[in-house]
Nanobody, 121 residues
Framework: QVQLVESGGGLVQPGGSLRLSCAAS????????MGWYRQAPGKQRELVAT???????NYAGSVKGRFTISRDNAKNTVSLQMTSLKPEDTAVYYC???????????????WGQGTLVTVSS
């Protein structure tokens, strides 16, 4: 069984910073794209940032210049450094990854359980 586990959410004041981390575990032989999505109350889930296996990144316009995605391929982890946070960044943040799993070998799209980020004074 393969799973993604997020950590690092919480309450932060506007203008503050927060770092989210996500670790993949299980019978993994590789990971392709890894990324972060978020869903605010009453809204659809949206892309925040993705990072493909070749190192290419894609950011939502609303977070460009404030958020930075990074990954550690050896540890199968992806992180999201968030700075200059705004109240509109409040959402549940989900980790997503395309993971190569063993037994039999295949690629699966996996989602984490989500971690809540609240930006409020």
């Amino acid at each position: 069984q393969v799973q993604l586990v997020e950590s690092g959410g919480g309450l932060v004041q506007p203008g503050g910073s927060l770092r989210l981390s996500c670790a993949a575990s299980g019978s993994i032989f590789s990971t392709n794209a890894m990324g972060w999505y978020r869903q605010a109350p009453g809204k659809q889930r949206e892309l925040v940032a993705t990072l493909n296996g070749g190192g290419g990144t894609n950011y939502a316009g609303s977070v460009k210049g404030r958020f930075t995605i990074s990954r550690d391929n050896a540890k199968n982890t992806v992180s999201l450094q968030m700075t200059s946070l705004k109240p509109e960044d409040t959402a549940v943040y989900y980790c997503n990854a395309e993971i190569g799993v063993l037994g039999p070998s295949r690629y699966l799209e996996v989602w984490g359980q989500g971690t809540l980020v609240t930006v409020s004074s």
